[in-house]
């Protein structure tokens, strides 16, 4: 079982060039998710997409784009990449994301690590 | 807005037990989890609670939560080396967080031989 697949696993760039990081999951999930991990920070949510066809900004999202491309893919866009932006990066899962009272299991690939110079 | 908060460290003999300790503080949160981050991966689901039960316990690992405290534990009996990892407590966001995970910034267990 693949579960949650993202590549590349390690990417270096220069400030202000461009990547898209891929990420897919053959579990039949609904929502799909981009985090960026930083030492002392944990984990931040950038952006998320319910259900096929809708995205919503999260607690980070400047500086980034995303594609949900069909159910099983979710791709992240830096367009000019940033110092800051220098992170470990983890695309996620979940079978349904609901407002309400559910158990929401998230399933993390695991993680590009991207150093912008 | 909510908020996870988690010790940084905890070092511990094998053997030993090991308690990790998160505070939050959305009050309606209804599930509260522990995730595993071990070197160079992802994140795994350990264990989860509802907000209605004080204990939940799963082979080597007891959960307990104090509802009036806002506070969660995760007991790690008999802890061994394969155990060393960052340990993230998360709790779902309401509001402003729209339903989505908070998780707190993570403890990183450290197991001495």
């Known amino acids: 079982n693949a579960g949650v697949t993202q590549t590349p696993k390690f990417q270096v760039l220069k400030t202000g060039q461009s990547m898209t990081l891929q990420c897919a999951q053959d579990?039949?999930?609904?929502?799909m998710y981009w985090y960026r991990q930083d030492p002392g920070m944990g984990l931040r949510l950038i952006y998320y997409?319910?259900?096929?066809?809708?995205?919503d900004k999260g607690e980070v999202p400047n500086g980034y784009n995303v594609s949900r491309l069909n159910k099983r893919e979710f791709s992240l866009r830096l367009e000019s990449a940033a110092p800051s932006q220098t992170s470990v990066y983890f695309c996620?899962?979940?079978?349904?994301?609901?407002?309400?009272?559910?158990?929401?299991?998230?399933?993390f690939g695991s993680g590009t690590q991207l150093s912008v110079l | 807005g909510e908020d996870v908060e988690q010790s940084l460290f905890l070092s511990v003999r094998e053997g030993d037990s090991s308690v990790i300790n998160c505070t939050y503080t959305?009050?309606?949160?209804?599930?509260l989890y522990w995730y595993k981050q071990e070197p160079g991966a992802g994140l795994q689901l350990l264990t989860y609670?509802?907000?209605?039960?004080d204990m939940k316990q799963d082979q080597r690992l007891t959960v307990l939560l104090n509802k009036k405290d806002k506070h969660l534990s995760l007991r790690i009996a008999d802890t061994q080396t394969g155990d060393s990892a960052i340990y993230f407590c998360?709790?779902?966001?309401?509001?402003?967080?729209?339903?989505?995970?908070?998780f707190g910034k993570g403890t990183k267990l450290s197991v001495k031989p």
């Open positions: 996620a899962s979940s079978e349904e994301r609901d407002r309400g009272a559910t158990n929401e299991k998230l399933f």
């Open positions: 579990m039949n999930h609904n929502s």
């Open positions: 997409s319910a259900s096929e066809g809708t995205t």
């Open positions: 959305d009050s309606s949160s209804t599930y």
């Open positions: 609670i509802f907000s209605n039960m």
């Open positions: 998360a709790e779902r966001g309401y509001g402003g967080s729209q339903g989505n995970l908070i």
